[in-house]
Structures are given as C-alpha cells and as structure tokens.
C-alpha cells in the first residue's frame, strides 16, 4: 500500500562509481515514470522508528520501474553512509517522487544544451546525455564536468567513451560532447591545466552565448554561483541558465 507517496523500493543492484559514492538501482513499486533531471525523496525507518529523509538526483529517466540513484557519501551524514557503504541487493527502502519541474530536460525543447557539473552533481545530467542520446539529438548537447581529479568522476567510463567517440561518424549513436576540468590533479597526458573554472576555460568548452543554449548547472553551491556569474559575463541570458545545487551557502 503507498501512503502520504512514499512508494517501497526493492534495492536490485550496487555499483561503486567513486571511493566515496555509488549508483544504486532500486525497483520502484507503481513508479509513473520520471523526466531527465528529477529527483526522488529517500526515507530510512530504524528499528526504533526514528526516520531520515534525504534527497537524491536521478541518473535514469523514462518508464521504467527501475530508477538509478546517484549517492556521494558525506561522512557526518545521516542516510549516505549507509547507502554508500552499507547498503546491499535485497534492502527495501521507501522512496518519494519523481519530484522537481524546473531543472528538467526534455528532447522537444528549442535549442542547442549546456550542461556543466561539479562533483557528484553529474547524476541528473547524466540522465540528460542518456535522454539525448537515445531520442538521437546527442549532437545538440555539450557537457562540461568539472572533477577533483579523474578517479572522482562519478559514471567516468560511460562518459568517457563518449568523449573518445561513440558517435562517429556512421554511427547511428549521435553522442553528447564531453568535456573535462580538472581542479587538482590531471590524468597523464592530459593537454590542459589543472585548476579552478575559470572564464576563460568556460568559454573555451560551452556553446556560445549567441547560440543561445539552454543550460543547467549542478553541483555545491559555491561551484554553481561561481559558474552562472561566469556564464552571465560571457553573455548567457540568465533566463537560460537553470541551476541546482547542494550544501551551505
């Protein structure tokens, strides 16, 4: 029975992605299927009823019972310590959504699309190459994804193949265009710097401003307001950018 919208959830599968995150696929009892970029509520019930609730991006889409979340561990965290480290196939969990209207992507909308993420704020735009791809528009859509370093890229191998050429020519896979920062440490060979986004790397990797691309930035706070103050120097129209973030202030 799902009351007050909590839907039980059968935990069906576990993938580590980083040391400190994992994907967890989850079959949702009535799911009503999900847009790219929405997210779900998780709720945690302890023998002695105390419950936690937390809110977790999506990386899947569509009509699946089947939906895939995206967890990066905090550790004085509550729920993701126990999702990331403890968690197993077989757990039942309680899940709300899907949930949020605005930082959604859809294949009918106007427009070249500008994704740009930090950290763990990948899982929703990965639901949008994914989304893209299949509906095959991947060549509309960029990806800049800002990482510590290559082994803190969450769904780094799926997104790498596409940045080595999924969707070349004659493929029938027209594949998103990735594109990579690192702030602290690059993997060897890597041509460009290593540091903090700044204007100049962002105009370097984004559509143009005259192109007029929608865009959705992901990640902490202070990532997403220093990215859309760039995005708004180089001449995006704010009413094009659309934001989520996480953490304080």
Known sequence: ??????????VVGVTEQTASS??????????PGNDP??????RLTAEDGYQAVRSYSLASWGDSTVVELGVDEIPTGEVSPYLVRDVM?????????????FFVWRPDQEGPVQLIAG?????????????????????????????RSAADAMFGDELR???EGDGAAGSERAAVDVRWAYTRSAPPGWNGRAGRLDADAVAAAVWPADRRPLVFVCGPTGFVEHVSRILVELGHDPERVRTERFGGS
């Open 22 to 31: 994992r994907s967890i696929l989850l079959d949702v009892s009535d799911w």
């Open 119 to 147: 950290g763990s704020g990948i899982v929703p735009l990965v639901a949008m190459v994914r989304a893209a791809e299949a509906a095959g528009v991947g060549s509309s859509m960029r990806l800049l994804y800002s990482v």
């Open 1 to 10: 029975m799902i009351v007050a919208g909590w839907r039980p959830a059968r």
């Open 161 to 163: 193949n596409d940045a």
């Open 37 to 42: 970029g929405q997210h779900v509520d998780v």
């Open 89 to 101: 196939v077989g757990d039942e969990l309680e899940v709300k959504g899907p949930l949020g209207r």
